[in-house]
């Protein structure tokens, strides 16, 4: 059972819009997400996260937007550049209180494609 | 090298063979994580390391599959009479404290398995 969904196996976007990358999760005792960024051959790179108790956390070009009720998170990255093409995973942790050790639970990945 | 490393970094072998993937976290990192990822899925959470305590195995999928760290050093993941439903790519992530929701998780580039 896939806790953390990422229902959108694909994205593209022209260069200068906004790109919106959507995360899904079903597990209540999540309270800490988490961005990543992998190019082709690499590691998965830490973007932005954010803590249940915010509904948004701005880093530059990247926001990420939290809705509990919803259980829904979602990414902006504004304005899309042609360097932001890779895949992104949503990812969740049960941080129960800052003693979690960070076992992440990922979703699928969306890969984005920013087009000049 | 600051960053996390794997090896190897592509490895082919016949079902019912065994193989042995490596891990070097980043110097002083206590906590080390394996997670694999198949085709078309999330990231899943394989074994935690963090120090000397016992590791946490919960995400292991049978009793094939083990680990093992040395201190705070290299790591290997060791899968017994390979299955085809093994191959995935292998990734190794580090962290610089027990904490590690609140810290950044430093993935390898992932060692990509093939089972025959």
């Known amino acids: 059972d896939q806790q953390v969904k990422q229902n959108s196996p694909s994205l593209s976007v022209q260069e200068g819009r906004i790109s919106i990358l959507n995360c899904d999760y079903t597990?209540?005792?999540?309270?800490?997400f988490l961005w990543y960024k992998k190019y082709p051959a690499e590691g998965p790179t830490f973007l932005i996260s954010?803590?249940?108790?915010?509904d948004k956390n701005e880093d530059g070009r990247f926001t990420v937007f939290l809705n509990k009720s919803a259980k829904h998170l979602s990414l902006h990255i504004v304005p899309s550049q042609p360097g932001d093409s890779a895949v992104y995973f949503c990812?969740?942790?049960?941080?129960?209180?800052?003693?979690?050790?960070?076992?992440?639970?990922f979703g699928q990945g969306t890969i984005l494609t920013v087009h000049p | 090298g600051a960053g996390v490393s794997q090896s190897p970094s592509n490895k082919v072998t016949e079902k019912g063979k065994d193989v042995e993937l490596r891990c070097d976290p980043i110097?002083?990192?206590?906590?080390l994580y394996w997670y694999r990822q198949r085709l078309g899925q999330g990231l899943e959470f394989l074994i935690y390391?963090?120090?000397?305590?016992?590791?946490?195995k919960s995400g292991l999928p049978s009793d094939r599959f083990s680990a093992e760290r040395t201190g705070e050093s290299v790591s290997t993941l060791t899968i017994q009479r390979t299955q085809q439903e093994d191959s995935a790519v292998y990734l190794c992530?580090?962290?610089?404290?027990?904490?590690?929701?609140?810290?950044?998780?430093?993935f390898g580039p992932g060692t990509r398995l093939l089972v025959l």
């Open positions: 954010i803590s249940s108790i915010k």
């Open positions: 390391f963090q120090g000397n305590s016992a590791p946490d």
């Open positions: 597990n209540s005792m999540f309270d800490y």
């Open positions: 992530a580090s962290s610089s404290g027990p904490l590690a929701a609140q810290e950044t998780q430093y």
């Open positions: 990812a969740a942790d049960d941080n129960a209180g800052g003693t979690s050790y960070g076992k992440l639970t």
């Open positions: 110097s002083g990192h206590t906590a």
